[in-house]
C-alpha cells in the first residue's frame, strides 16, 4: 500500500477522527473575542499549545490540521507543534487553500482560492513534516443559490488540489461544506449535497486523483439553521447516509464530517446515530474532523490564562472522547452528564 494511502487510513483509524486547528487569523480573531481576548501571535501559539500539549490527545485523535503559521510555531517546551503531535502519536496536516473570494457573476456565492503555486507549497509543508492537506470548498444555499457556476468552479478547484497534492506527497482532505446558514429545509439540503458531492467526484475523476489517497469531508444533510422544521437525529442520520451511498465511490477511505456551527453534543449525536444506525452496512469509516465542536468548551474554560490550561486540557479531551466513541456509535448521553 502508498505511503498516501496508509496515512488515509490512520487518519480514519477506528474510534479516532481529527481535530481542526486550523482557523486563519481573521477566524481565531472571532473566536477569541468570544472569551475576550486579543489575538497575538503570542496568544494563538498559547491557545495552540494548550490543545496539543493535551495529555492522551492521541487517544481519540489521529490528526491535527494546522494553519500556515501554526505549523511553524512552537511549543512553550521548545519543541515545535509538528514534534509535539508526534510524540503523541498524531498526524500532523496542514490548511492549504487561501480562503475564499467572492465568484465573479455570482453575488452571494464564494470561491476557495490557492491553486497557484501549490505545488511548491506543498514540498515546503512536507518538509515541515506534514502528512495530509486540507482544502475547504463552501456552498452557500439561498435564492438562485447555488448557481451551476459555483459548484462547478469549486468542484474543480477540489479536483485540481487533490491532485497536486497526491503528486507531491499529501494525503488530500476533500472539503466541500454545503452551510448550515439560512431557512432552507432538509430536503434542500439533500439536493444541494447531492448535486455538489457527484460534482466533486467528477472532478477527482478528470483529474486523475487517487482516491485510495484520499479522505473525504463532508457536512452532513441537516435542516438550515434559522428553518422552522429542525429535522430529528435520525432523519439527519439516514438523509446523510443516503446521499453519501449515491455519491461517494467505495474506494475513498473514509469520510470525516465537518461541524459546521451544530453545537458540540449535536455533533456527535448525529455522528453516533450514523454509526449505531448503519453499523457494518457502509464500505467507508464514518468519523468527526470537527474544529468548533471539539474546541468550544476547551476555548471557553480557557480564557486566555494559564492558570485554566488543566481545565481546557480536561475538556477537550471529553469531546474528543464522546467523538472517539460516536465514531464506533457507542457513544451515550449518560455519559456527558457523568463528566459534567
Ligand atoms: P467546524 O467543525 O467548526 O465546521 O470546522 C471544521 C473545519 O475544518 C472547517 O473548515
New binding site residues.
Partial sequence: MSELAKVAQAMVARGKGIL?A?ESSGTIEKRFKSINLQSTEESRRAYRDMLFTTRGLGEHISGV?FYDETIRQKASDGAPFPEVLKRQGILPGIKVDAGTSDLAFCPGEKVTEGLDKLAKRCQEYVKLGAKFA?W?AVITIGRDMPSTTCIASNAHALGRYAAICQANGLTPIV?P?VLMDGDHTIERCEEVTEWTLNAVYEALYINRVVLEESVLKPSMVISGKDCAAQAGVEEVAERTVRILKRCVPAAVVGIAF????QSDEQATVHLNAMNRMYKGKLPWPLTF?????LQHPSLSAWKGSAQNVPQAQALLQHRAHMNGLAAMGEYRVELERKAA
Avoid: Q, T, V
Fill in positions: 481542526a486550523d490540521i486540507k475547504r472539503e461544506e465537518l461541524s459546521g456551527g474532523s470537527y474544529g468548533r465542536a
